[in-house]
């Protein structure tokens, strides 16, 4: 008889230890389900429960409700989307392309323009983010706008090259010699050695707007 209830409290003990140790891994594989008000970007969270509002894009990965992915939190709209230029793939927010990116399948910055490639070789087929016909590429390494596609300069201001200045209304990087510049890799301090600036050609003249010919009595 006693041989029987030892073996009855030993079946009882292990009983209990499956299921205590059963109840315990549910316990840790089951995310906390939380049934007040879901909880909105910064908010502290249970780790990995469903507490933050994911209508909002929200999770807790680590106590905190952030946002899924790389989308970030916009105050205005209160949820989590992609940022400021910034476009969904379908698995991360990409920027918009910058100069010389391809741009065939994410837009160009509002600055750029998507063209055709000229003379592709392995890129064949494949479009680029450049600066759009009112801008050009300032390549000055000191400039605040240094890779930045900027507005084409007036009649007067210094130049580098043609594409550096608002060529629609007749004006040409010119020196104070007269000689056009014609090469896209002059360097910087060209500008000021040579006099470089944006300037009507020999047979025209700035009439405060404009590049127009001249007159001859």
């Known amino acids: 008889m006693e041989l029987v209830n030892k073996k009855f409290l030993i079946d009882i003990f292990f009983l209990f230890s499956i299921l205590f140790k059963g109840g315990i891994a549910y316990w840790i594989s089951i995310p906390k389900v939380i049934t007040q008000p879901y909880l909105l970007y910064g908010a502290s969270c249970y780790m990995n429960s469903r507490s933050c509002d994911a209508t909002r894009m929200l999770w807790c990965p680590n106590g905190t409700c952030l946002c899924t992915g790389n989308y970030q939190w916009n105050t205005t709209t209160q949820n989590c989307s992609c940022g400021l230029y910034q476009i969904w793939t379908g698995f991360q927010c990409q920027s918009y392309g910058s100069f010389g ?57 210094t130049c580098l090259t043609n594409f550096d ?17 014609e090469s896209i890799k002059k360097l910087y301090f060209e500008c000021y050695t040579l006099g470089l600036s944006c300037q009507c050609g020999s047979t025209s003249y700035w009439n405060g707007s404009i590049c127009a010919n001249s007159k001859f009595d």
Do not use: H
């Open 165 to 181: 200045c608002q060529n629609w209304l007749g004006l040409s990087c010119t020196s104070t010699g007269g000689g056009k510049i």
């Open 101 to 157: 990116d391809p741009c065939n399948t994410i837009p160009c910055l509002p600055t750029l323009t998507c063209a055709s490639v000229i003379n592709q070789t392995y890129t064949t087929g494949q479009n680029i983010c450049e600066c759009n016909n009112v801008t050009y590429l300032d390549t000055i390494s000191t400039s605040l706008t240094y890779g930045d596609c900027i507005a084409r300069e007036t009649f007067g201001a």
